[in-house]
């Protein structure tokens, strides 16, 4: 299938054209369904901050690296077992690039984003289709658009660095809803 991916490690916008690192368009291999996985045909993937680090080479030196996980599509396929979720074909779905554990402390209380066992499973988001564990994706209300559903995962990044905050500060903190 067709990925963008960095071909070059090197800076994006380095005036030096042999030392410029490169993304491309290239063939990958069509990641494979497993039984609790959803399959999805990419409608939208929103650029990341890392993505440009990914070229200076912050990830490693190996190429190409494909790119992407802000993603939005519609389902193209259900492996055997993906049924907690009543998720069908043909539905519009957003999803997030880590899969949590689902036993930890945190996801048994309803904070995953604290996930002591994240995993992902390396499936790039700008490419024609992706492959999440069913409990990686979420099924878009009527009115949000797959436009808006690739944003969803940055949006998780914000509340995630919210609540880490409030953590922090909880009630020792000297600010209040009041202050400007």
Request: hydrophobic letters at 35%.
């Amino acid at each position: 299938m067709k990925t963008a991916a960095v071909t070059k490690i090197g800076k994006l916008n380095d005036p030096d054209l042999a030392k410029r690192g490169k993304i491309e368009l290239i063939d990958f291999p069509e990641p494979e369904l497993g039984d609790f996985d959803v399959k999805i045909k990419v409608a939208y993937c929103a650029i990341c901050g890392s993505d440009p680090h990914t070229a200076d080479g912050a990830f490693g030196p190996d190429v190409p690296i494909p790119l992407g996980h802000e993603t939005s599509g519609v389902i193209a396929a259900l492996g055997k077992k993906a049924t907690v979720k009543g998720l069908k074909v043909g539905d519009r779905v957003a999803g997030n690039f880590l899969h949590f554990c689902g036993t930890c402390y945190y996801c048994q209380n309803t904070q995953q984003h604290f996930c002591t066992n994240i995993g992902n499973k390396p499936s790039p988001g700008m490419a024609e289709h992706v492959v999440w564990h069913e409990s990686q994706v979420f099924k878009l209300p009527d009115d949000i658009s797959l436009k808006a559903g690739c944003i969803l995962e940055p949006l998780s990044i914000a509340v995630h660095a919210a609540d880490k905050i409030s953590r922090k500060w909880g009630a020792e903190s000297q600010f209040s809803a009041a202050d400007p």
